[in-house]
């Protein structure tokens, strides 16, 4: 065999790879790149690998809507899973960020809005919004990377309180666990959100009432406890 015949066979086959890989649908390389292991789903997958449309996607109890999505060559090439999304959708808002299917899994530099199916427990969470948000598991379910800011919506008054500005707060790691601290502009109500890589979370809602028996009666009623600096609601769940 000559040297050029075996420069023609090895050109061949590399564009028969590149061939493969850009055609490579993206609902088998989605089964195959452990997405399902971090809570990722969606109803329909169209497209390949490089350009591909997720149909109703969801991250365990977040509704995604309709994806644009690609995972990443260089990731690809290393032995890890690393998916672009993107969402334009008008009525929904948009979002954007990456999802990271293992080394470690979890979510990268996300930004937009999305809304949470039943909120936390007894607290009526109603949307969440993300800013440059990055939070990662490592093999045993700990946190290993968290940042950025998350922002979460009070889907009813609570007591007469006016929450509709949300509270809002950093994400980091604590103990194993990834935790948003977050306060309502006054300072006045706190909640503190943490969870691990199963989804499972727990929250714990304080509200400070300026001695004002009536709101302290509402809240009361509502499944708070009074305690040092204020009434606090404490409750848990899974994502």
Known sequence: MTRGTKRWIIAA???ALLLIAATFPMRLALALSGASDAGFSARAVRGSVWSSELVDARLGALPLGTLDASLSPLALL?????????????RLGALAGRLHGSDPRGLSEVNGVTSLSGGLGMIPVDTLRFEGATVRFDAAGKCAEAG??????VAAPIAGLDLSRGLSGPLSCAKGRAQAALASQSGMERLILSFDGSGAWRAEF????DDDPAMAAALVA???????????????GRF
């Open 222 to 236: 509502l499944g708070f406890r009074a305690g040092q600096g204020g009434f606090r609601l404490a409750t848990s």
């Open 78 to 90: 290393s032995g890890r899973t690393e998916l672009a999304f993107e969402r334009g959708d008008e």
């Open 13 to 15: 086959a590399l564009f």
């Open 148 to 153: 950025g800011r998350l922002q979460l919506s």
């Open 206 to 209: 304080a509200i400070n009432v």
